[in-house]
């Protein structure tokens, strides 16, 4: 017989759909202790005597974000019913409660069932409701996860055409002229423009601050006289430009740092965005990449990849160091600013920037910073 836990239990949604458990167990004290246990959690809790039972439920109850299971029950052992589940619910962390622990059920159990945890009977409450609550967010983050994956495609089919549109534009009013090369130049810089423009429109901070990292990574190029640092310019200028599909409430945080859960998903892939923007562009290709990795630390223990040291393209090392240096010193105040700022940097050299570019660093905060 299949049992719903009180009504208070429904509170949390995930895409218009209650989040769920499902409690498999042949002793009905058990199922009510655990209903009892879960009445003040955001979730949704469903019962149900045996693994039969629980298969179907599995069948037809979407969003069931955890299975935890007996092992010892009637015709169906634990480990068979969360084997079967898997297939049904293969997103969802799958979990042992027995009374009747050795180590022998429980590799079955997570061999066989694909079990997350093995927790015996009786059970520490605090222990269990973390267990659960940990699990139905890694469950939620996977979903999001998707989700993120399925409107990044959506958004960036949506900008491309529009860019793609107005690009072509661009080059059939260049066409006749100007000469090749002058040519392709003007329309590059005029396509820039156009995204810089874009940024402005979706938020003036986003332009702002584009735009001062653009500066401080041109007094950077010049100083380690690079080649192609034009390159490097344009891709500086558009950096944030796939912030401009994140929400509002991720737009409008000044500090990526404070974000938590669904937020921080959200704005980390925005390097991934923007790259996948740009290389649809066919003047703007070969600066898609410094885009991408504009988050990536030295050490790495940046993102969107992770990757460390010089596999980092230099123009990603320096626009994430220009960018640091242009938040950090916008909630600075006071004579020694500057002097706060280079504290802040020096400290990151070797960890979050590489330490060849602090020189450059320097007299681009004297050459372009106010004050």
């Known amino acids: 017989m299949t049992k719903h836990s009180p009504q208070s239990n429904s509170g949390v949604a995930l895409h218009g759909h209650p989040l ?27 019962t149900a005597s045996s693994g039969k039972e629980g298969l179907n439920i599995l069948k037809n109850t979407e969003n069931i974000g955890l299975i935890m299971s007996d092992q010892r029950m009637p015709e169906m052992s634990g480990t068979e019913f969360l084997r079967a589940a898997a297939s049904l619910a293969p997103d969802s962390p799958r979990m042992i409660l027995t009374g009747y622990a050795d180590m022998n059920t429980a590799i079955e159990a ?128 558009l950096h944030d430009i796939g912030l401009i599909g994140v929400s509002d409430r991720v737009l409008g945080n000044s500090n990526a740092e404070l974000l938590r859960g669904e937020d921080v998903i959200e704005y980390r892939a925005h390097p991934i ?14 600066i898609g990449l410094i885009i991408r990795h504009h988050h990536e630390e030295f050490d790495g223990s940046g993102f969107p990849d992770g990757i460390a040291g010089e596999k980092i393209p230099l123009g990603s090392r320096i626009i994430h160091l220009a960018s640091f240096i242009d938040n950090n010193y916008s909630m600075l105040s006071g004579k020694d600013a500057k002097y706060q700022l280079s504290r802040k940097v020096a400290a990151a050299m070797g960890t979050l920037f590489d ?14 910073l106010a004050g």
């Open 20 to 46: 769920t458990i499902l409690c498999v167990d042949d002793e009905e004290d058990i199922l009510k202790t655990l209903t009892r246990l879960f009445r003040k959690e955001p979730f949704r809790v469903l």
């Open 110 to 237: 997570i061999n066989l069932g694909g079990a997350s945890h093995f927790l015996t009977k009786p059970w520490d409450d605090v222990e269990l409701l973390q267990v659960v609550r940990d699990g139905l967010q890694r469950y939620a983050l996977i979903l999001e996860n998707r989700r993120q994956k399925e409107e990044l495609a959506q958004w960036n089919s949506n900008l491309k055409a529009r860019v793609l549109q107005q690009s072509a534009t661009i080059r059939k009013q260049m066409e006749e002229t100007h000469r090749q090369s002058d040519r392709d130049n003007k329309s590059r810089d005029a396509i820039v423009a156009l995204l810089a423009d874009l940024l402005d429109q979706r938020h003036h901070r986003l332009s702002k601050h584009s735009r001062r990292v653009t500066a401080l990574v041109a007094s950077m190029a010049k100083t380690l006289e690079l080649n192609h640092s034009m390159d490097i310019r344009h891709a500086a200028l």
């Open 355 to 368: 330490p060849a570019l602090a020189t450059a660093a320097n007299l681009a905060v004297k050459e372009i």
């Open 273 to 286: 965005r923007g790259q996948e923007t740009i290389d649809a562009i066919e003047e703007l290709q070969g």
